[in-house]
């Protein structure tokens, strides 16, 4: 980003951007808790209403990819700011919306100008720090994109409950207005530069295969996965499309959509391999604890809210401590520390029964959140340490594509694993309730029907547990599994005369 000689105030840009940042992951989650408030206003049914959310997630996957070109044609701040304005107006419409059409619509306006929000935020907190600095930079940025979508559930059931669904997009306003100020104000003008037109062909092919895949991974478990025809369509555009995309890029040169510099830098493509992965992994475990706190154990939409959201409070701490110690220690170390206290959160969560307290769902939150902050700030420096400025914001693009990518996957493959394991478990402990049990004889009228559903009732709530246990259980293993990974991570010393301490990847 080119700026001016005039000197920054990063404070104020910092603060501005991140306002953005946290106003766009947190409506990733918000409107979860709203949704049975809206589908009453707004006369939809369960499937309908869905799309508030799937709208939303596939507009802001398809317009990710084109942060990088609008970029570098309409200039970093002039971006941010249409971004800026474009989402907060979208927010008004979404609560002034008396429709489905209306809000699905005003959803597909927010994810599309919402999309450049945090690939902006994070590029330009890497331009306007210095190297040594951009660890501690990389921890703030990863607080409001970590942080806000855990607190979003509390926050929406909080602005539900006091007031109506409607405030879960208005809160949006003030904020907006606040970062848009922030951006016009203080972020320096950057020159458009000169690049290549748009190719439409690369773009429309990468965008049906996101969207495609986006829609199949969250409608998946909703009509059960491939025994649908709307899944098998969807997931056969999303590879005919892929496989064209990448056929295109293999022989387009120069002229693709995706530009073939960011392969050549190892840090980059290792990073993002692993927030790949990260996002499959780590994320898929938040996902699991609020329908099992309400689903099960009968927690208020509010009190879900309050016990899950000191797992973002962990987070945050985590990673402010943790972008002071990157540049002063292996950043292996640091990574490997992340991925076995998330691993201990897990244990502890494989102990969960159907009696808990509080405190036993709040402190393995906490250890978790921890992990995950220890692991994505050194993972978030590292993999921009030696990209080219110019490629950062197409970079930080590609890394938030992938996450978000990575945990619509593994959000989607546990959701489907608990929902088959608790039909299989069910099956299970249904066939030693019969007549033969003397135990069961004994103390239950199996000849009442009130009788039946109350043991079904109980059956049911014991294969959810233990569902949700062997959940817990397949991400134990699965982030242990990730730590060998660690080996393709290398630290490298900092050379003489070189201007900050930074670390390498191949």
């Not at 491939?226 to 040169?253: D, K, M, Q």
Request: charged share 10%.
């Amino acid at each position: 980003m080119q700026t001016s000689a005039a000197p920054l105030n990063r404070r104020m840009i910092t603060l501005s951007i991140m306002l953005a940042t946290l106003m766009q992951t947190l409506d990733s989650t918000i409107a979860n808790v709203a949704l049975p408030h809206m589908q009453g206003t707004l006369s939809a049914s369960q499937d309908e209403i869905s799309w508030v959310l799937t709208s939303y997630i596939v507009a802001a996957a398809i317009a990710t990819p084109l942060t990088g070109w609008l970029a570098a044609r309409l200039g970093v701040k002039r971006l941010l700011a249409v971004a800026v304005s474009g989402f907060t107006v979208a927010s008004l419409l979404c609560g002034l919306s008396e429709t489905l059409t209306q809000i699905v619509g005003a959803r597909l306006l927010q994810g599309l100008f919402g999309a450049a929000l945090v690939p902006l935020s994070q590029s330009i907190l890497l331009d306007i720090n210095p190297r040594d600095k951009q660890p501690q930079a990389m921890a703030i940025w990863g607080v409001g994109v970590m942080v806000g979508p855990i607190l979003g559930p509390t926050l929406g059931g909080w602005l539900t409950d006091s007031y109506n669904w409607r405030w879960v997009f208005l809160i949006n306003l003030p904020i907006g207005a606040f970062a848009l100020f922030g951006v016009l104000t203080y972020l320096p003008r950057s020159k458009p530069s000169a690049r290549q037109a748009l190719d439409f062909f690369g773009f429309i092919t990468l965008s049906l295969a996101i969207g495609a895949l986006q829609a199949m991974l969250d409608r998946g478990q909703q009509l059960d996965w491939f025994g649908s025809l709307e899944i098998r369509i969807e997931a056969a555009v999303a590879l005919i499309s892929f496989v064209f995309f990448a056929l295109h890029t293999a022989t387009a040169g120069k002229g693709s959509f995706f530009r073939y510099e960011l392969l050549k830098d190892s840090n980059f493509v290792t990073g993002t391999c692993f927030i790949f992965v990260i996002g499959a992994v780590m994320y898929a475990t938040r996902a699991l604890l609020p329908p099992m706190l309400e689903a099960l154990m009968g927690y208020p939409v509010a009190t879900t809210g309050l016990v899950t959201a000191p797992s973002g409070v962990g987070t945050m701490v985590a990673m402010l401590i943790a972008g002071r110690l990157v540049g002063r220690m292996d950043v292996r170390m640091m990574l490997l520390a992340g991925f076995l206290v998330s691993a201990v959160a897990l244990y502890q969560m494989m102990g969960y029964t159907l009696v808990l307290s509080q405190s036993d769902i709040v402190w393995p939150g906490v250890i978790q959140g921890v992990g995950l902050g220890f692991v994505f700030v050194p993972l978030s420096a590292v993999t921009f340490a030696t990209l080219a400025p110019e490629l950062r914001a197409d970079g930080t693009a590609i890394f938030s594509l992938m996450r978000n990518i990575g945990s619509s996957i593994g959000i989607s493959v546990i959701q489907a694993q608990v929902t088959r394991n608790t039909q299989v478990v069910h099956a299970s402990l249904v066939e030693h309730m019969n007549p033969a049990n003397a135990a069961l004889v004994q103390n239950y009228d199996l000849s009442s029907p009130t009788t039946l559903e109350s043991l079904n009732r109980m059956v049911t709530q014991q294969a959810s547990m233990i569902a949700y246990v062997d959940a817990f259980k397949l991400m134990f293993i699965a982030t242990l599994c990730v730590v060998p990974l660690l080996a393709i991570v290398r630290s490298r010393r900092r050379a003489a005369g070189e201007d900050a301490p930074h670390v390498a990847m191949d």
